[in-house]
């Protein structure tokens, strides 16, 4: 399919974090010949809210594309193991983790940086898109105004939030409100990377992390009332540990998907099509999406460079992501059990898996 309007493309992706960033460098090198556009509205000030950790299946990912990390990825420090606390039944546990501590934003903007020269990137938000005959219709807006695009099909990467997913499909059923603060670093003892389950304030866990000069505390909450809930959690973490966070340097926010069900996985219809979190792809047990993300991105792009009509693409790449819905769809058992406090305390009580003795009463 080739096309002469410069405003009009093959494929428009919205979204550049890691699922529209791996789907475009992948298919630019297997297509060439598509004219693909990439919209994302992210910015040093606006880098998605994230604890930047870089699990084992993510690390497995970027070995399977033969990349490495460039150092400049990396935060301070690397961690080990996660402690887990249960700040109403008083318990604290340990457990060996191998991820990476990374600087979300410098992760995002090197994958960015590995896209081909043939793909046009436009730095812009996407406000409307539009079904016009056989082309969709895409309005941006940016610092230079408003500028309007047409593409034979649109890939909505565009996150826990998707305009691509709210226009055209079911909303996620269940969405928590992600809220992280960070903190200078002063060093006072808080947990290296905890993670945190209180429920009083959330049905869902929260967490801190060390990042450079930084710690952050964030959690997932339900949407009414999250602000309340969060500082409530906040204020129990403190008494608990016995140690203040500090002066606030900075607040992000943003939906956080949480799939429950089959049908909350949702990978496009006609030409429209959905990946990483936008399509549900993220762990509803420990918000863990970068290697979903980046997985629905490689499937997508295999399933394009065959050539074939949308409808083709579709039914390839829903087939081909089935293990991935079910693996998900799994954790959200793991999470029932993980957040259900009766089953957490037999599970934190028995030691099975720690690496440290059963500490009561902290
Ligand atoms: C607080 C928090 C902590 C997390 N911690 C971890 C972690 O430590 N490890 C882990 O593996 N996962 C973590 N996750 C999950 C992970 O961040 C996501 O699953 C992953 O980023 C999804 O990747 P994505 O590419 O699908 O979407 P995103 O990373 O959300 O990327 C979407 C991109 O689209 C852009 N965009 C959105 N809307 C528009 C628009 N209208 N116009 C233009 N551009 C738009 C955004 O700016 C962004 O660049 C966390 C999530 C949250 C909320």
């Given at each position: 399919m080739e096309t002469k309007n410069n405003n009009v493309y093959d494929i428009a992706v919205i979204g550049a974090g890691p699922a529209g960033s791996v789907f475009v460098f992948e298919?630019?090198?297997?297509?060439?010949?598509?004219?693909?556009?990439?919209?994302?509205?992210?910015?040093?000030?606006?880098?998605k809210p994230c604890g930047g950790l870089l699990a084992p299946d993510a690390q497995k990912l970027l070995a399977r594309f033969d990349l490495?990390?460039?150092?400049?990825?990396?935060?301070?420090?690397?961690?080990f193991a996660v402690e887990t606390i249960d700040i109403d039944q008083k318990f604290v546990r340990y457990y060996q983790r191998y991820y990476l501590n990374m600087d979300r934003y410098a992760?995002?903007?090197?994958?960015?940086?590995?896209i081909p020269k043939n793909v046009d990137v436009i730095g812009a938000r996407c406000k409307e898109?539009?079904?016009?005959?056989e082309l969709y219709r895409i309005s941006v807006k940016n610092?230079?105004?408003?500028i309007t695009f047409s593409s034979s099909a649109i890939v909505g990467a565009d996150g826990g939030g998707s305009i691509v997913r709210r226009t055209f499909f079911e909303p996620m059923k269940v969405q928590y409100v992600a809220i992280q603060e960070w903190y200078e670093n002063r060093g006072q003892r808080l947990p290296y990377y905890s993670c945190i389950f209180d429920a009083k304030t959330s049905d869902s866990c929260s967490w801190t992390i060390h990042k450079g000069n930084y710690v952050v505390f964030g959690g997932a909450f339900r949407r009414e009332g999250c602000r309340e809930a969060f500082a409530e959690q906040k204020s129990r973490l403190e008494a608990f540990l016995g140690?203040?966070?500090?002066?606030?340097?900075?607040?992000?926010?943003c939906l956080v998907s949480s799939p429950r069900r089959m049908r909350d996985f949702k990978t496009g219809e006609g030409s429209v099509f959905l990946l990483g979190e936008a399509a549900g792809f993220i762990s509803p047990s420990s918000f863990e999406g970068l290697s979903s993300a980046m997985y629905s991105g490689k499937l997508l792009a295999d399933a394009f460079a065959k050539g074939a009509p949308h409808e083709k693409v579709q039914k390839l790449y829903r087939k081909e992501t089935r293990s991935l819905r079910l693996k998900l769809r799994i954790k959200s058992v793991k999470r029932a059990i993980l957040c259900n406090p009766f089953t957490r305390k037999i599970i934190m009580k028995?030691?099975?898996q720690s690496i440290s003795p059963y500490t009561k009463n902290k």
């Open positions: 298919l630019a090198k297997a297509r060439p010949e598509l004219k693909i556009l990439l919209i994302d509205g992210q910015s040093k000030e606006s880098a490495v990390l460039p150092k400049s990825v990396l935060e301070d420090p690397q961690i992760f995002d903007s090197w994958l960015l940086s590995l898109i539009k079904k016009d005959g610092a230079d105004g408003e140690n203040s966070f500090g002066e606030v340097k900075k607040t992000e926010a028995s030691g099975i």
